[in-house]
């Protein structure tokens, strides 16, 4: 198991605790630059693993960067904390996007993010949650995140915690039938909290989501099984954080967050060919420029 | 004058009776099942601690995930259903979600075998303990009797480690006695030096009336209650190989990967390897026909057992 870097941890408090007092639009800007540098680091990443599902990495990034500096109370240098919110990455092939979030929250140190991929790193391809500390459950597989965030759900309410819970699905595993039987339980349970985050970017890994097993309409699928459901911009990070952070009904949350394949990099943006290709050096370096700005 | 008739049970109530009085002493203990609150015997769970019992509906992936998610956040799920689907529909997250990431759930594979009999090769779990047994990290434990079965699910509360148990529906008689249950360990329920009968569940009872009937054929039978089928006590079978001249293996089970291919990869690792029999199914799908008269069909009766063992001795 890896070991929290207390320097990093220390950085990441201060850091949220300026976003937390920040004027919105500077909050904007912090959480923007910080899940930019999230994507260079991972883009780098995958270049020296050779591996990595780079275009869902890019999309999900501003979801993972403002649940991580702005939202989820957790603590890195306590990560078994019982009344941690739970976070479940349940598109588990987006690994690269966790550890290069969690690294920057000092989970572990970010020199770690250099052994990504290599044989014996705690950095697998999928994550796991014996190996390294943020990681609540083993995903990989699609459509698991959901049913065992609805039995974290379930516990916290048995155990009378206020913790929350927060899991991040794909758009494509939503064709998995097991999402939608934990999300039948959750909407009978009115399990209030538990916040299901789709980052929806309409491509799977061979084409796009509506021409392969339509989705639509996601939003009225999910009120159907008794969620309530809010429709934001993925990459606009005020809107993210309002949204995780607005008082709850009683029942549990769903946000389709749009978002963009490859996002944050113009040569990979909504192109299917970026769910799993490795970008050269040079292609690094140009992104590394855009990510930059 | 006949024999008087032996009395049987069904391990189900055993199992339930003991998951409550456990659940009085620890509230971590939950169950969670697939709409099987009758099938799993949890009626008396779910009258005594209403929101202790989750039932997901009809939905094994759901129930697995739902379990692990329990799990992983302090509780100890017990997670009930009738075994071919819980094993079968959930395989993969009883792989990712239990053995894999390590949480630490009881799945409880209830009316496990051919104990549905005449519902036909649908509602028959006989893949199970092929299928579990190649999971790295999941204990798979098969209890004999209502004595045994009580003592696994104490077992398996306190264990805090992923377990597969079996809970069998179809009667059996008390065969274990004092015997304490000891996870990775086989017991020997009588001892023998001419073969050994390897035996576990509903077949550890034919496996003693097959040694009694084979005694008075001048054979002398072991039999070993192979109750942790993973991880196997090697140890007890490798005893068996230099202490008998054979071994035969009886499960209410698929012999493709099962007990007997268990048994047998560490007899031919042996030093001085000895012959076996593997009783079971072979890679059928069963006929119509009531358990009582499957088990019949496929091989599986006390006179098999003694006819395998036999054939051995004498070979």
């Known amino acids: ?293 | 004058m006949s024999a008087p008739v032996q009395e049987t049970f069904d391990c189900r109530v055993a199992f339930a009776d003991e998951l409550i009085a456990l659940a009085r002493l620890d509230e971590r203990i939950v169950a969670v099942c697939n709409d099987s609150v009758g099938s799993s015997n949890l009626v008396g769970f779910a009258t005594e601690f209403p929101d202790r019992l989750i039932n997901v509906g009809i939905a094994e992936q759901d129930m697995v995930g739902v379990g692990a998610g329990l799990a992983l956040s302090g509780y100890i799920p017990f997670v009930c259903g009738a075994s071919p689907f819980l094993t079968g529909r959930a395989l993969e997250q009883i792989k990712a979600d239990v053995a894999y990431s390590q949480s630490p759930v009881v799945l409880c594979g209830m009316s496990p075998g051919m104990a549905y009999g005449e519902l036909g090769p649908t509602h028959h779990s006989i893949e199970d303990l092929s299928w579990l047994r190649a999971i790295a990290g999941l204990g798979i434990v098969v209890p004999a009797d209502p004595s045994e079965t009580r003592a696994a699910v104490r077992w398996a509360a306190a264990a805090a480690t992923p377990v597969f148990l079996r809970v069998g529906r179809f009667k059996v008689p008390a065969v274990t006695g004092d015997l304490p249950f000891t996870f990775g360990t086989a017991s020997t329920l009588r001892d023998g030096t001419d073969v050994t009968v390897v035996a576990t569940g509903t077949m550890v009872s034919r496996a003693l009336q097959a040694a009694e009937e084979a005694a008075g054929q001048g054979v002398s039978i072991r039999v070993l209650n192979m109750s942790t089928i993973a991880p196997l006590d090697e140890e007890a079978i490798r005893a068996a190989v230099r202490e008998t001249r054979g071994i035969v293996t009886a499960e209410e089970a698929t012999t493709t990967g099962g007990l007997g291919a268990a048994v047998a990869s560490v007899v031919v690792s042996s030093p001085a390897p000895v012959r076996m029999r593997m009783l079971g199914v072979h890679r059928e799908f069963a006929p119509t026909g009531n358990t009582e008269f499957l088990l019949e069909h496929f091989g599986l009766t006390a006179a098999d057992i003694r006819a395998a063992a036999v054939e051995l001795a004498h070979g």
Request: with cysteine; hydrophobic share 40%; net charge negative.
């Open chain 1, 1 to 293: 198991m890896l070991v929290a870097d207390p320097r990093t941890a220390a950085a990441w408090r201060l850091l949220r605790q300026e976003i937390a007092e920040a004027a919105p639009e500077r909050r904007r800007e912090l959480l923007r630059q910080r899940a930019n540098q999230s994507r260079a680091a991972d883009l780098h990443m995958i270049g020296r693993a050779g591996l990595g599902h780079v275009g869902g990495d890019m999309s999900v990034l501003d979801i993972l960067t403002t649940l991580f500096f702005g939202v989820l109370r957790v603590d890195p240098e306590h990560p078994e904390w019982a009344d941690r919110d739970r976070f479940v990455l349940s598109k588990g092939h987006t690994a690269g996007a966790l550890y290069s979030t969690l690294a920057a929250a000092g989970f572990f140190p970010q020199e770690e993010l250099a052994t990504f991929a290599a044989p014996l790193s705690a950095l697998n391809g999928h994550p796991n949650r014996v190996k390294v500390p943020g990681v609540e459950t083993n995903t990989g597989p699609l459509g698991h995140g959901l049913p065992v965030s609805v039995g974290m759900a379930v516990a916290g309410r048995l155990a009378g915690s206020e913790r929350h819970v927060f899991v991040v699905l794909g758009d494509g595993e939503l064709q998995e039938g097991s999402n939608w039987e934990a999300a039948m339980t959750a909407g009978h349970r009115r399990l209030a909290n538990l916040t299901a985050i789709v980052d929806r970017n309409r491509l799977q890994q061979g084409a796009r989501t509506e021409e392969t097993s339509a989705l639509d309409p996601l939003d009225d699928k999910f009120r159907a099984f008794g969620w309530d459901v809010h429709v934001v911009d993925g990459h606009d990070h005020l809107e993210l954080l309002n949204v995780f952070t607005a008082p709850r009904g009683e029942r549990p949350t769903c946000v389709i967050a749009n978002t963009i394949k490859g996002r944050g990099v113009s040569f990979m943006e909504d192109r299917v060919e970026w769910h799993h290709k490795v970008p050269s050096s040079e292609q690094i370096s140009l992104a590394t420029v855009e990510l930059a700005r």
